[in-house]
């Protein structure tokens, strides 16, 4: 059964900083992986996704990639903004199953 | 579009009591998820749907029963509710993979 794990729990940068968040999974025959962005109170948006045959897709400021032999995902970030400040999920899907999602990283960029 | 729509945005329940969340979108997507979502922890399935009149059990299902009349909704039914049931709940869809969610219904179980 696939896994998903998030490390570390919270995360505080300084404004401009880049940075790196983790993801890791257990099962290396993981279909796709896909992150999400959720804010305070709010349901969860889709920021990327990232199919077992591609290595890493980018929106804007974002990279995400994929390992699928160490089992890890990264989202980067560059140049945080205050704006940035969230809980940010990612959730592997095995071909067949349904997503397991992470407990999430939640990420504070101060001014 | 709508999107994903949930509604109530909160309820309070008696221990015992029912209540059905509701759930709809105007995507015209056929796969529809209910998760639950606990402080600090990450999502975790209920039920799912491949299309109308086809539902199954996802992870954490029992005190939980759903029903898929049309593509659009999606309900969810607590029939005795009990504190362990207090909890965030997501409704999402999905089109070529990748999720959407509605803004979620929290409930709390007294």
Not at chain 1, 51 to 76: H, M, W
């Amino acid at each position: 059964k696939q896994e998903v794990t998030q490390i570390p729990a919270a995360l505080s940068v300084p404004e401009g900083e880049n940075l790196v968040l983790n993801c890791s999974f257990t099962d290396s025959a993981i279909y796709n992986l896909q992150w999400f962005r959720q804010d305070p109170g709010k349901g969860l948006t889709s920021l990327l996704l990232i199919q077992s045959s591609q290595r890493e897709q980018t929106s804007g400021r974002l990279n995400a990639s994929l390992d699928k032999s160490s089992g890890r995902s990264t989202l980067y970030i560059a140049a945080s903004q205050p704006g940035d400040s969230a809980t940010y999920l990612c959730a592997g899907r095995n071909y067949g199953q349904n997503f397991v999602f992470g407990p999430g990283t939640r990420l504070s960029v101060l001014p | 579009n709508a999107g994903v729509t949930q509604t109530p945005k909160f309820r309070i329940l008696k221990i015992g009591q029912s209540m059905t969340l509701q759930c709809a979108q105007d995507m015209n997507h056929n796969y529809m998820y209910w998760y639950r979502q606990d402080p600090g922890m990450g999502l975790k399935l209920i039920y799912y749907s491949v299309g109308a009149g086809i539902t199954d059990k996802g992870e954490v299902p029992n005190g939980y029963n759903v029903s898929r009349s049309t593509t659009e909704d999606f309900p969810l039914r607590l029939e005795l509710a009990a504190p362990s049931q207090t909890s965030v709940y997501f409704c999402a869809s999905i089109w070529k993979e990748t999720q959407y969610f509605g803004p979620g219904t929290r409930l709390l179980v007294l």
